[in-house]
């Protein structure tokens, strides 16, 4: 079974930055997509970014284009959003998502939550 922890997450002003970490634990994946999602106050989950691999492909949403920045360290299985530039509309839950790229289930993390104070 796969696991996804998330942390990184807290309390930051406007124009701020903060590091996220998804740590994936269970099994390996030949080929995958690795992605953040958000839902903030009253809103559905959406895209951030996401990363692909073996292609080493990045893809972001429009809202975080040019401010975040998704990355991964395979030796330590974990994938990163580094956000910088922060908005109060960048507050959400950030959830991280494991996409084996197959017939097979994606896998979701319990989010961890951003907030941003104007």
């Known amino acids: 079974q796969v696991r996804l922890v998330e942390s990184g997450g807290g309390l930051v002003q406007a124009g701020g930055s903060l590091r996220l970490s998804c740590v994936a634990s269970?099994?390996?994946?030949?080929?995958?997509?690795m992605g953040w999602f958000r839902q903030g106050p009253g809103k559905e989950r959406e895209f951030v970014a996401r990363f692909i691999w073996p292609e080493r492909a990045t893809y972001y949403a429009d809202s975080v284009k040019g401010r975040f920045t998704i990355f991964r360290d395979n030796a330590k299985n974990t994938v990163y959003l580094q956000m910088s530039s922060l908005k109060p509309e960048d507050t959400a839950v950030y959830y991280c998502n494991l996409d084996p790229r197959g017939p097979e289930n994606t896998y979701w993390g319990p989010g961890t939550q951003v907030t941003v104070s104007s």
């Open positions: 269970g099994r390996t994946f030949s080929r995958y997509v």
